[in-house]
């Protein structure tokens, strides 16, 4: 597999993850140009064979790594993973709270042996009361208040993608950056952590602070007290469309748009706030008028006009969408079953460029032999791991 160019090449990464918070963090180190090693037990990653909305974890998480694949209960098999542990500069994992001490794998063992080695954990909690607990993206989403402000009341919902496991591996990768700045300086690594609830919070924070600021309790967002008038679906004639009116100038040519120059003149309407307040009336004229119109009618004039808009889209319709093709942000992606498809890249630009723009998935142990041979086992020693059920190559 040919190592990815850039600010983090040279930077070797051992992952033991499995799921999508620890594999996140390795996949945007990957990106950045780091060697990362996924290490796997000679089944392979669960992750590899999940069905339902869990089909696409392992492709999207995944790419650009080496996978080894080793049995860890044997004792030749972890000596193979300390003898990788002693050349790689990060450890990342996302293990139950203890697994890693079981194993002296947890930071306070490897320091000793390693105190270079920079180890980045991901973890349902941060330490505090609740570290012990295990954690899922939906179990913290209910527990932050993130599920109920986005389903309607009393319906609590998670939101539709795995949200918090994703952002809490880019946390992690953060610090990564971060602890190889703080190595530079005192020459030892040090321990990341990376909380799924205290993530959430996070997210949540907007919210606490209308909270504190307002004294009002926030509603969900589907019984929201709306900032702007005019900030919601629309039912077209051939399909439905995101509008948000959030200026004054913006009301004026949406009233020009849908041949209302009435409302756009009407004294009850001149400010946000008084749209705000008419909304129970005015609502339900717009929405009349829209729902006449043609969904390609709305996008033309509402580009035109600079005024906030969207089809609603589902997932699949991004693989053709012409601002994602044109712009790069497509990366390639070949799975380990040879099926290729486009997937979305980092999105960001570094010095103009988009980062992994050719991504692979390995085959479970596709890299056993390659990584044991760096590591100094000959032939005969891999030949002969593998024939025990060691290592899979």
Partial sequence: MRMAEGPLKGIRVVELTHMVMGPTCGMVLSD???DVIKVEPVGGDKTRTL????AGFFRTFNRNKR????????PEGMEALHQLLATADVFVENFRPGRMGESGLDYASLSKRYPRLICVSHKGFLPGPYEHRKALDEVVQMMSGLAYMTGPPGRPLRMGASVNDIMGGIFGALGVFAALREREQTGRGLEVQSGLFENCAFLAAQHMQQYAKTGVEPQPMPA???????????????????????????WRSFCE????????????LQSNNDRVTARPWLMPQLREIVGAMDVADLKRELDARGIPYAPIARPQDLFEDP?????????????????????????LTFGGRRLGQEARIAALGEHTGEVLAELGYDGAAIARLQAEGTVRA
Avoid at 51 to 54: I, T
Avoid at 67 to 74: C, E, I
Avoid at 257 to 268: E, K, M, N, S, V
């Fill in 32 to 34: 950045f140009g780091a």
């Fill in 224 to 250: 929201r007290h709306h900032a702007w008038a005019v900030y919601d679906v629309f039912e077209a004639r051939d399909g439905q469309v995101f509008i948000a009116v959030v200026s004054d100038g913006q």
């Fill in 67 to 74: 996978s080894v694949a080793l049995d860890m209960d044997k």
């Fill in 257 to 268: 748009f849908i041949a209302r120059p009435d409302l756009g003149a009407d004294d009850r």
């Fill in 323 to 347: 601002h994602l093709k044109a712009s790069g942000a497509l990366g390639r992606l070949r799975s380990d079953d040879g099926q290729e498809s486009r997937i979305p890249l980092l999105p």
């Fill in 51 to 54: 069905r339902g909305l869990g």
